[in-house]
């Protein structure tokens, strides 16, 4: 069976994952959030499967003493943020970003790394090293793009070797706040050749949602189409989004991440099911717990930390739902709406009672009202 959402162990907080189908196994390049109060950490890792259910992780594939082993200066220090990866010719690539603003590429004979030697990616004309957050690469007809930036991206084509822009390609403001509602974390992908630039959209007043814009070029012009998916509700306190598109055995999917804790950070991926219209738009789609997997059905054990949205006094932790005293509703896209569900419990600590509604659509919305603060490791269909 495919996995529900979150896709990794409950205390394996990958977030910004850009995955990418090489040679029949799913290879998602993350950051890796370790830290309640902060984004990212000094390590990055690669998660893979075969089967979309069964996950293997690597690493570290890549670290920040690795980097300043490599590169002196600034450079070195800091965080290792969101990444991206490019395999051509038996040869694979992480391009990567610190929290210093500087972007690098390291290099590796397996998508799985690890990663070694990394070098800053410069100018090939000016020689200084290119500033900016969460790079995305795009590899089309034997040449390759990079994209990164916040609120204003760049993109521009790479040299053979992947370690320079080539600067008369250079092309500032490609997607924008103003115009694209653009935030950070680009990913670019080109199908049935049309160019598909997805990033974290602020257009909903936190860029809680994937957003995507379209151009027949890969340097653009660029223009807006709307919300591929929407985090808002996933937690309390979620702030942001970053991800990407991938086509698996004829079925595209988009990669994204949720919050945890009550807070920014401890993301961690999920991916949902797409369709593209006879246009070309790609559909908005809700989060699920139910993600690539099936739906929950009768008698099942439903893990609380599944939960696709909640509110009130609920808040996800890692392993578990969290209610403090009062009233909170917890919701699971989706059950099995054919089994004849007649009543919700749950395993857990604390005294709460349940109501539950099951829509149409299998969409399962738990009310609590605790009694006392509760926590809720799994829910009992019955």
Sequence with gaps: MKARNPILPPDVCFPDG???????????????????????????????????????????????????????????????????????????????????????????????GPFTDPVLITGDKTGEPIKGIDPAVLYDDGKAFLYWGQFRSCGAELSDDFTKIK???????????????????????????????????????????????????????????????????????????????????????????????????????????????KNGRIAQVPPTSTGMGKPFAKGEPVDAYRACGVSGTATIARDRLIVKQGAATAVFRYVDAAEDVSSVDFVGTGRASLTFAIAPDGALTVGIEAQTDTEIAYFILT
């Excluded at 370790?34 to 690669?46: E, I, N, P, Q, T």
């Design 18 to 112: 850009e995955p990418h189908f090489i040679d029949g196994e799913l290879y998602v390049y993350p950051s890796c959030d370790v830290h309640a109060d902060g984004y990212c950490s000094d390590k990055l890792y690669v998660a893979h499967s075969k089967n979309l259910a069964d996950w293997q992780i690597d690493g570290p594939v890549l670290d920040c003493a690795t980097v300043r082993a490599s590169i002196a200066g600034d450079a070195a220090r800091g965080l290792l943020y969101a990444p991206d990866s490019l395999t051509v010719n038996g040869k694979s690539y992480l391009f990567f970003c610190t929290s210093d603003g500087y972007e690098g590429v390291a290099f590796a004979d397996s998508p799985a």
């Design 167 to 277: 600067e008369e390609t250079l092309v500032r403001g490609l997607v924008t706040e103003e115009e694209h509602g653009f935030h950070e974390g680009s990913s670019v992908r080109k199908i049935n050749g049309t160019y598909y630039y997805v990033f974290a959209d602020i257009h909903r007043g936190r860029p809680t949602a994937l957003g995507y814009a379209t151009s027949d070029s890969p340097l653009g012009k660029y223009v807006y189409q709307g919300v591929i998916i929407d985090n808002a509700g996933c937690d309390p306190e979620t702030w942001n989004n970053h991800g990407g598109i991938e086509c698996v055995d004829g079925q595209w999917y988009v990669f994204y991440h949720r919050s945890t804790n009550n807070s920014r950070f401890l993301r961690r991926m999920c991916a949902e099911p797409i369709a593209f219209d």
